[in-house]
Structures are given as structure tokens and as C-alpha cells.
């Protein structure tokens, strides 16, 4: 049995390791095969919906690690895996395969058409000779405009050899929202994308496209697809989240506190030993990790006993303060009910930290009261900024305001703050910066479409009165108050 102590500096180890790693970097022992991510992997399904922060890039990496996709293959029981070679067209680490940045706004400046430019970057990925042999990217997409029957060649050959090796070759698109500072553009350039993999999924049946996206992007992106094909590419989307919804409307975050106990298992240390040992059910892969019994992945029952003994049952004395298990799920949704996972290990890290602060000498690792701090410290705001800059900005003008506040106060805010200014002057350091950048909003000079755009991505949300409102996760990020109103207390 772990000691208060042994358990604080489990937690503190196990969480301080995860939160170091980014999903380019996270090591095969903290791998975690979420049931409701397996779809993702399907070769067929062409296109991998998921907000910020859902593991997109994770799993655009996961397909082109052949470790981590061994893995996969194991723990989804999908041995396709093991004969699927990925290659990536585009992604958050560029390679001699990728068009860089400048040369995406180059060619954009060239007006190439952007199922012409994707064409080339997959079949030079792809290993054609006669592309790869070419030095730019305007070379290869000339060559392909100057040789029409060359993708239709090309395609066939790399069929034949895909089924002479009994393999699947899948291309990889991710860090879509890296492609353009312009979001019109961006979206452009991803339409592309799904027009390449509609051509691969209709025409081959061992290469396929995989477009890791944003929901939002990609319903821009479809403005650029034939209306009739676009049910084909929707109607095969794999949905990455966090949370799982039962058949009374709940969504249950068990996956979250799945990842949390396979973090704690799976440290290196004696504490770790000791937190499996609770629980003697605990299997081993061959890869080394140690993977939980059944019981803490997926059931909310096992898994509030589990929490309880870290923080205990109640937010206070009782039940009427509501329950620790579903608190922090609840506190760190946004508008849409999306939970993310670096978030709510960053509020235990919070509270962790704030419980040896302030309650040192508590008869648990974690107090309810810290829980609470943790909850409000910033990451998922910090999170959505790092991909979407022009959120930070448009949230700016509404520090102080209270909630819920009318639509009309945030348009006058916004204009006194000249906020189109902002955020034109943003998309201009964006546009000369050599690196990746991040696209901006769609709408930025049209403020009713700005907000819509807010309310899309969760950050606000419309009352039936017709007031605006946010979550707490970003209203306490941005210094926002509410009108004397409390909160519910969390059901169980």
C-alpha cells in the first residue's frame, strides 16, 4: 500500500514525464489506445476528424512509426497494421517529401491547382522515379500538368506493386492548419487533399489518403469537393474524443481517467510497482508496457474508487459540494463538451502542486480545494492559442466583462479595440514569417462572423435568451466574471 508520500511523488513523477513529451516525442510506455480512437486507423476511413489537442497529430505519427504502429496493431487486434506502409504528405515535422511553407505560398502565388500540387507531393512520396528525380516542387507539378496520363500511370504501377507485397500504402496529411496564414487559402489547399483521396479510394484499392483535420477546417476544405462526393468522405470520418456519450445523452470521460492510471502504471519507479500491485490484474505487452486490467480503462465505478483514494469521494464534507470524480471533467469542458487530455493531467499537476503548498499535511495526495485551483490554470486556453493565435486576441477586449453578456457589448468591445487591425497586423507577421505558421480566423474583418466562428470552435456559446456565454475553462483564462450565478455541483 502507498503512503501519502509514495503516492505524491508517483503522481508528480508520472504526471511531470507525460506533460515534458508532446505527441512528436511521447515514448512507446506511455502509449494509450483509447477504444474510441481505433476507427481512426482504418484504412478506409479517409478522413480523421478531431478538435485541438485530440491526438491528430499523435496518431498521424503512431501510422508512421513502425513501433508505435506495431502497437496499434496489437492492442486494436487490426493486423492490417502491421501491413500498412505509410508515408506523409504533409505534417508537423517537414521532411524532403513536404513542400516547406515558402514554397506553399509560392505556388499558391502561381495559382497551381491544389489537387495537382497534392498529386505530386503523394506519388514523390510514393517513390516515382521521374518526380523524385526533379529538384522543386513547380517542377513536379509542372511535370504532372505536362504528362496527363502520368498520375493514372503512376497509380497503377504503385497498385501493382502494393499488391505484390500484400501491403496497403496510405499518404498522411496532418498540421493542416499550418498549410497557409490565410484561411481561405489553407482550406483551399486542403480541398486538394480530400480530391487526392477520393481519386485514390475510387480508382485504387491499396493506396489510400488519410487527412487528419479539424471539423471546422474541413468544412470549409469541402466547398472545394464535388457536392455528390462529399457524403462519401463525410460518411467514412473517424471522430477522435475523450468522451463517451450513454444512451440518456451523459458523456463519460473514462478514457481520460483510463490514460491517468496507464501513466501511473507505466512510470519507471518502485512507486509505480507498488500502484500496480493494488491491483494484480495488471498484464504485460511484449513491447515492455504494462497495460491496466479492464476495470480501470473503462468502468466509472472502479475508476471513482481508484480517484477516491487519491483525492477522496466529495468537493467538501459531502456529496451537495458534488463529486471528484466528475469535477474536473466537467470544469474543464468547453462549449462543445470537448475534454482534452494535456489539460486535465496539467490540472493534476495544478493541484498536486498546490495540495504540498497548502495542505501538506491532508490524509490524501490531492485536496478537493486544490482540485479546484487546478481546474482553472489556463491550459486548455493555452492549448487552443498555440493553434489558433487569433483566439488570444479576440478574447482580449472582454477581460472584466461579466457574463452572460449580450452580443451587441462584444461587437462595440471589439470595435473600440479595432480588433480587425489586430488581426490583419497578425496574418501580416504570419505571411513573412519563413517558418510554419498558423492559420487565421475566416472572417476576420466581419465581426457577427467572427463570433459564429468562436461558437464553432467552443469557446462561446449562445443562452436561449440570446446572451453569449463561455465555460469556465476559457472565462477564468480571460479574466471574465459572471453575473452571481453558481454552478451546479457536478453529478456522480
Known amino acids: 500500500m502507498l503512503s501519502i508520500a509514495e503516492h505524491r511523488r508517483l503522481l508528480h513523477d508520472a504526471l511531470s514525464a507525460a506533460l515534458a513529451t508532446d505527441a512528436l516525442s511521447l515514448p512507446v510506455s506511455m502509449m494509450y489506445t483509447p477504444n474510441t480512437h481505433r476507427a481512426a486507423l482504418y484504412a478506409d476511413s479517409t478522413v480523421v476528424r478531431g478538435s485541438t489537442g485530440q491526438g491528430k497529430t499523435f496518431w498521424a505519427r503512431a501510422l508512421s512509426d513502425p513501433q508505435l504502429r506495431a502497437v496499434a496493431a496489437r492492442e486494436y487486434r487490426m493486423p492490417r497494421l502491421e501491413r500498412t506502409a505509410p508515408v506523409t504528405g504533409f505534417g508537423d515535422r517537414p521532411d524532403a517529401f513536404q513542400p516547406s511553407a515558402g514554397e506553399l505560398r509560392a505556388l499558391t502565388r502561381l495559382g497551381v491547382q491544389p489537387t495537382a500540387l497534392w498529386s505530386a507531393v503523394a506519388l514523390t512520396a510514393l517513390g516515382v522515379p521521374d518526380l523524385a528525380a526533379l529538384a522543386t516542387w513547380t517542377e513536379r507539378v509542372d511535370w504532372l500538368v505536362r504528362n496527363p496520363g502520368a498520375i493514372e500511370r503512376s497509380l497503377a504501377e504503385l497498385e501493382a506493386a502494393a499488391r505484390a507485397a500484400d501491403t496497403v500504402r496510405i499518404v498522411l496529411f496532418d498540421a493542416l492548419d499550418q498549410l497557409h496564414p490565410d484561411r481561405a487559402l489553407a482550406e483551399h489547399l486542403t480541398s486538394g487533399m480530400l ?12 493506396l489510400r489518403a488519410k487527412v487528419f483535420i479539424r471539423p471546422d477546417m474541413l468544412d470549409g476544405a469541402l466547398t ?5 462526393e462529399r457524403a462519401f468522405l463525410t460518411g467514412r470520418a473517424a471522430d477522435l474524443s475523450w468522451g463517451r456519450t450513454d444512451y440518456l445523452g451523459r458523456i463519460g470521460r473514462t478514457d481520460l481517467y483510463g490514460l491517468l492510471f496507464h501513466l501511473l502504471g507505466n512510470h519507471d519507479s518502485a512507486e509505480a510497482a507498488a500502484f500496480r500491485a493494488a491491483w494484480p490484474t495488471w498484464g504485460q505487452a511484449r513491447d515492455g508496457r504494462f497495460l491496466a486490467p479492464a476495470e480501470l480503462g473503462c468502468d466509472p465505478k472502479t475508476q471513482q474508487e481508484v480517484f477516491s483514494t487519491l483525492v477522496g469521494r ?10 471528484t470524480y466528475s469535477y474536473l471533467s466537467c470544469y474543464l469542458q ?5 475534454v482534452t487530455p494535456r489539460p486535465f493531467l496539467t490540472a493534476l499537476a495544478t493541484a498536486l502542486e498546490s495540495t504540498g503548498r497548502n495542505h501538506p499535511e491532508h490524509d490524501r495526495p490531492l485536496h478537493y480545494d486544490d482540485l479546484r485551483h487546478g481546474a482553472s490554470c489556463g491550459a486548455r486556453a493555452d492549448e487552443l492559442h498555440q493553434a489558433l493565435p487569433w483566439v488570444r486576441l479576440a478574447l482580449e477586449p472582454l477581460a472584466g466583462q461579466q457574463l452572460p453578456i449580450w452580443e451587441e457589448e462584444v461587437l462595440d468591445l471589439w470595435k473600440n479595440a479595432e480588433l480587425a487591425d489586430q488581426l490583419q497586423e497578425l496574418g501580416t507577421r504570419a505571411a513573412a514569417d519563413v517558418g510554419r505558421v498558423r492559420t487565421g480566423p475566416c472572417h476576420p474583418s466581419s465581426y457577427l462572423l467572427l463570433l459564429e466562428e468562436l461558437i464553432g470552435a467552443g469557446v462561446v456559446n449562445r443562452r436561449t435568451s440570446g446572451q453569449l456565454d463561455m465555460p469556465d475553462v476559457y472565462r477564468i483564462a480571460h479574466g471574465l466574471g459572471r453575473r452571481g450565478l453558481q454552478r451546479a455541483a457536478p453529478a456522480a
Not at 466529495?314 to 463529486?323: E, I, L, Q, S, V
Not at 468547453?334 to 470537448?338: I, N, Y
Open 195 to 206: 480530391n487526392l483521396a477520393l481519386t485514390l479510394s475510387r480508382h485504387t484499392t491499396r
Open 224 to 228: 472545394g469537393v464535388p457536392r455528390a
Open 314 to 323: 466529495f468537493m467538501g464534507d459531502n456529496a451537495r459540494k458534488g463529486f
Open 334 to 338: 468547453d462549449a462543445l463538451g470537448t
